[in-house]
């Protein structure tokens, strides 16, 4: 146990000397970049004792879910209407997503009809791959198309911010309050509130259930004005490598070939992606008036930490 956590802290280090490196090239979102860039080049070396660090998984989304739930407000209520609309576009868009995505696999890539339904649904890695094994679907295909759009997605959300909304993202900048100016104590007691709103949200069996526990729970808490400590810069910081680290591990033993083929293929998934979000960033914001930035993280079809995550740092809503 010692060993893995030894070696789990040692792929952190690597990933944060990467980030360190996007931050010296001013670079968009460093700290999730570099770390995930650092970490993909050092998991080809299979000599370098290092390991993915899922160990800092679930506490790293609780607080995201705690972060998120933050910038919850009484005003936001008034939103409600247009987000029961908003939301409702999520189905004719998901269902899109889902048939183009399934054509192109299927009928242009020639994949199984299994893979390809699977491959090309925007839902996380873990759960398309435990249905892939039920229904005896290619899985390591699957995660590979899964991991490769998360990739494109949280590669290129970034540069897309910070060069066409001019949003700067360079990450050497506070994003929050320094762990130095927060009120310990009740950042702590915040977080054991997040632990066991993760813990019951897993026992009901929600999705997600260590981001959106903690964060039900720090909404109840913030907009009730029953707490006012957000966290600590330096803990979103080291989410984001903890996060760029496990995206990195995905494509650990795989060959390159496979690698490389999966990445083009999943290229064009990403531009049929690009179209579909375009379509319905232009409607929302033409019918609804929703900042166009909000919308594209919204629709954005990566993992749901990760969005939120990068929603989180960019100050959308």
């Keep these: 146990m010692i060993k893995n956590i030894f070696q789990m802290l040692l792929a952190l280090l690597v990933a944060f000397c990467g980030s360190l490196i996007f931050i010296y090239l001013h670079l968009p979102l460093p700290w999730l970049l570099g770390s995930i860039f650092a970490t993909s080049i ?35 209520l008034n939103y409600i209407p247009q987000y029961t609309i908003s939301l409702l576009l999520v189905i004719p868009f998901t269902i899109l997503v889902i048939f183009f995505g399934t054509y192109y696999y299927y009928k242009v890539l020639k994949y199984d009809l299994k893979t390809s339904y699977l491959g090309s649904m925007p839902g996380g890695v873990i759960e398309m791959v435990i249905i892939g094994q039920e229904l005896k679907a290619n899985t390591a295909k699957i995660t590979l198309m899964q991991s490769s759009r998360l990739f494109f997605v949280v590669v290129s959300l970034p540069f897309i911010i910070q060069y066409i909304f001019q949003i700067d993202i360079r990450g050497n900048q506070l994003l929050t309050t320094p762990i130095k100016d927060i009120d310990m104590f009740e950042f702590l007691y915040i977080y054991i509130f997040g632990v066991v709103a993760a ?14 526990g903690p964060m039900i729970i720090s909404i109840i808490l913030y907009s009730g004005g029953f707490v006012t400590t957000h966290i600590p810069d330096e803990l979103l910081k080291f989410i984001q490598v903890v996060f760029g680290s496990i995206i990195g591990f995905t494509f650990k033993n795989v060959d390159l070939k496979t690698i490389f083929n999966t990445l083009v293929a999943t290229l064009g998934h990403f531009v049929i992606l690009i179209i579909l979000c375009g379509i319905f960033i232009f409607i929302i914001h033409h019918f609804f008036g929703f900042a166009t930035l909000d919308i594209l993280l919204a629709f954005g079809p990566g993992g749901q930490t990760e969005i939120n995550l990068i929603a989180l740092l960019v100050g959308a809503n």
């Design 42 to 76: 050092l998991i080809r070396f299979q000599k370098i004792p290092i390991q993915s660090p899922k160990l800092f998984s679930a506490p790293a989304r609780i607080l995201i879910g705690l972060a998120i739930g933050s910038a919850f407000t009484p005003a936001i």
């Design 199 to 212: 813990v019951f949200a897993k026992k009901i069996k929600l999705t997600a259930a260590y981001l959106i």
